[in-house]
């Protein structure tokens, strides 16, 4: 009786390392799935270099589905590196009337030295992250008035 119990206890066992070894695998194979096509996306709506060409100022449209609005996002990243699918790393915001083409909220960046950037967004919109900078570069930003007729005034930098 006890060989009979011991047989069916390397079965049980077997049988669990089976279904876990399983279970490891398909996990494998949906984390790679979802890796390799994520929800989420950029377009590059503009990329400009430092004047020493050391890092570079991105703006773009980050987009997580349909039932998520296009987001405006800017990373500032060594000249080499670059842009994954992910948050920007220096501003985020999401909400505003007035809109960019790309159909985020209207935003424009332009360096103002080698390791100042300047950050220009709409009045209305919602910002949701503004580092102060990153590394060696400065960020700075001016919120632009927009007029009932959606026209762009340009007003003096805020800090």
């Known amino acids: 009786m006890s060989k009979v119990k011991s047989v069916l206890k390397v079965m ?17 194979f949906v984390y790679d799935l979802f890796a390799s096509s994520p929800m989420c996306g950029v377009e590059i709506v503009d990329e400009v270099y430092s004047n020493n060409k050391e890092v570079k100022a991105v703006l773009f449209q980050f987009d997580c589905g349909a039932m998520d609005a296009f987001s405006t996002q800017v990373s500032v990243l060594s000249a080499a590196d670059e842009l994954h699918i992910e948050s920007g790393n220096v501003f985020s915001a999401k909400h505003g009337e007035y809109r960019g083409e790309w159909g985020g909220p209207y935003a424009e960046i332009r360096w103002v030295s080698d390791n100042e950037l300047l950050i220009s967004y709409a009045e209305d919109t919602e910002v949701f992250q503004s580092q102060a900078g990153i590394g060696a570069v400065t960020v700075t930003y001016k919120r632009i008035p927009v007029n009932a007729n959606d026209i762009v005034k340009h007003t003096e930098p805020t800090h």
């Open 12 to 28: 049980f066992e077997f049988i669990v390392l089976v279904l876990l070894l399983g279970v490891i695998v398909s996990s494998y």
